[in-house]
C-alpha cells in the first residue's frame, strides 16, 4: 500500500446520458364526436411544438417537449391531442455556453419519436387514422427562437 501514490483527480469529459423518458401529460378531445365521424372530409391538421428545460439538481435536467396537434374540418373540432413527452437526461462538464443548445436541439430531438407515437396511438384509439408527424429539426427551431429572443432585446421588430 505504501506505494500506491494518490493520483490527482483528472478532470472528466462531458457526460450526456439519458436517466429517463416518460410522458408528463397526455389530454385527447373529441369534441363533436359521434356527428365527426360521418363527415368525410380531410381536416386541416395544425401543429404546436414547445420545449422547456430546466435544472433538477447539479446536472440533472428535466426536459418537455410539447406536442400540440388540432384537427378541424371548417370551424369544427375533430380531435385535439396534447402530449408532453418528458425526459430526465444528466448533462455536465459542459461548457455553459452549450448546455442550452443541448437542451433545446438534443434532448428534444431524443424526446421526438417518443412524442410521435404517443399522438399517432391516442390518435388512433379515438378511432381516426394515425397521424404520422414529420421529422422536425430541432436545431433551426432553436437558431430560429435564439434570433427572435436576440431581436426582442435589441428592440428590433420581429419578422413572422
Do not use: H, W
Amino acid at each position: 500500500m505504501a506505494d500506491e501514490a494518490v493520483q490527482p483527480q483528472q478532470p472528466q469529459g462531458p457526460v450526456f446520458s439519458i436517466e429517463k423518458v416518460y410522458v408528463k401529460d397526455l389530454s385527447l378531445e373529441v369534441p363533436n364526436a359521434p356527428e365527426i365521424f360521418l363527415t368525410r372530409e380531410n381536416p386541416n391538421v395544425q401543429i404546436q411544438l414547445q420545449t422547456e428545460g430546466k435544472a433538477v439538481q447539479d446536472g440533472v435536467f428535466d426536459v418537455t417537449l410539447t406536442v400540440t396537434v388540432t384537427a378541424k374540418i371548417g370551424e369544427k373540432t375533430m380531435f385535439l391531442v396534447e402530449v408532453r413527452q418528458a425526459g430526465i437526461f444528466q448533462i455536465r462538464n459542459v461548457p455553459q455556453e452549450d448546455l442550452q443548445p443541448i437542451l433545446g436541439i438534443a434532448c428534444p430531438n431524443i424526446l421526438f419519436p417518443y412524442a410521435r407515437e404517443s399522438v399517432s396511438d391516442a390518435v388512433n384509439r379515438a378511432g381516426f387514422p394515425p397521424v404520422v408527424l414529420a421529422p422536425v429539426n430541432f436545431e433551426a427551431l432553436y437558431q430560429q427562437r435564439a434570433q427572435q429572443a436576440a431581436q426582442a432585446q435589441s428592440g428590433a421588430p420581429t419578422v413572422q
